[in-house]
């Protein structure tokens, strides 16, 4: 078993330190760390100039696709000029329509076996959403997804106890995320409680999506 | 009309979601070589690269409609080639082929000054790196091959400055222990 570097030559393999800081008992085997970031190779990488016709042969292709025309068109935000001519009686009727259907839907929210659900309103534009994974066998486990740039260390959940129940309640800002769970750092589990899409590398991710009333898996 | 190539990403970016498809090759021309050494690094091998840089700039077409913020167009991209490369190693390992061998074109080619310890002490270390885990790989090529400080990575990866050094100081004894088995 080779021994660890010292913590003052890692500062020194940082940057943070030369190696006339270091105390004399250190130095050759900070000289020797240093001797192994000298043999990192910088040499730039130049793709084949032929990557650019491929990249821009297959967006053509896409751009043309009647799906993703279709697409664009259910997604794409356009302007829409509304004129309605209606009565006063009508306004105030939805109004107290929509109030009642939202007083509703805040009242008895859907009951959630688990996964990803809204808690309570976090920050402007943010919604605290917990994520919930039974998994009795696990030592650890963490959610990544894209509001975390899938670091699957940046946030680990907790055991409730001892029944297997792992948890941990994050703040999202509003829009679509892409998420999965980590077990034990190397088993990627998407969320049992929602429906998985393909991330088009052969794995599942779960998808939440937050609004400004709430968030849901989809 | 088609934009100057010194028009911001923005500008290109609200081009093409106009419609104007042809003005996206400025991008692929823009970026196609920036992160190609990131990929290299990360995948030790020049043709995963290839695969993994041309699979990015095709997927950040087809998402250009999310990039909230298109004038960080190249920090986007980034994080979609680095999703890929990610993967790519996630996949590999689920099929028992791990990155054991290394390119020669990335694991140090022959050089014309021939120094040939040089050469082999590149070599060596270019196959200790694909041993690393994908984040210990991940932040050592960023601060050591691309030269960016820690804060700087952060900011691309959304990791906090104390979680990448540990990551880092775990990679140095890593590539020590790995560097002593080699010679």
């Given amino acids: 078993m080779t021994q660890a570097y010292h913590q003052l030559v890692k500062r020194l393999l940082d940057g943070e330190l030369s190696l006339s800081d270091l105390p004399a008992e250190l130095r050759a085997e900070g000289a020797e760390a240093l001797r192994l970031l000298g043999t990192v190779d910088r040499t730039p990488v130049l793709l084949p100039v032929q990557l650019d016709a491929r990249v821009m042969a297959e967006v053509r292709r896409r751009a043309r696709s009647p799906l993703r025309r279709a697409w664009r068109r259910l997604v794409e935000p356009r302007d829409v000029e509304l004129r309605l ?13 929509v109030a009642a259907t939202v007083a509703l839907l805040f009242a008895w929210p859907p009951p959630s076996p688990g996964g990803a659900r809204p808690v309570r309103m976090a920050a402007r534009d943010s919604v605290f959403v917990r994520f919930v994974l039974y998994a009795p066998g696990a030592k650890r486990v963490a959610v990544a997804g894209t509001f975390n740039q899938w670091d699957q260390n940046a946030a680990p959940l907790v055991r409730l106890g001892a029944g297997g129940i792992w948890t941990i309640t994050l703040a999202l800002p509003q829009g679509q995320h892409q998420y999965a769970f980590v077990v034990d750092g190397e088993r990627w589990v998407p969320d049992p409680a929602a429906p998985g899409i393909d991330d088009g590398f052969g794995r599942r991710n779960s998808v939440v999506a937050v609004t400004a009333h709430g968030a849901r898996t989809l | 009309m088609g934009l100057r190539e010194q028009a911001t990403d923005g500008e290109v970016v609200q081009a093409v979601l106009a419609g104007d498809v042809e ?56 994080l979609i080639l680095r999703n890929r490369c990610f993967a790519e190693r996630r996949r590999q390992t689920r099929e028992g082929r791990g990155l054991e061998a290394t390119d020669e074109a ?64 775990r990679a140095y004894d890593r590539l020590r222990e790995l560097l002593k088995e080699h010679s």
């Fill in chain 1, 85 to 97: 001519r209606v009565r006063p009686w009508v306004v105030w009727g939805g109004a107290l329509a």
């Fill in chain 2, 106 to 169: 990335v694991a140090g080619p022959d050089r014309p000054d021939g120094n040939v310890e040089q050469v082999e002490r590149t070599r060596a270390l270019e196959q200790a790196l694909v041993k690393l885990t994908p984040e210990q790989r991940e932040v050592f090529v960023l601060k050591h091959v691309e030269g960016l400080a820690y804060e700087e990575i952060a900011a691309m990866t959304g990791a906090t400055v104390a979680s990448l050094k540990m990551r880092m100081h």
């Fill in chain 2, 23 to 78: 003005q996206y090759a400025v991008l692929v021309r823009r970026y196609r070589d920036r992160y190609a050494r990131f990929a290299a690094r990360m995948l030790g091998s020049l043709d995963a690269a290839e695969d993994a840089v041309q699979d990015a700039l095709v997927r950040a077409f087809d998402q250009l409609a999310q990039c909230r913020e298109p004038d960080k167009f190249a920090g986007w991209l980034f």
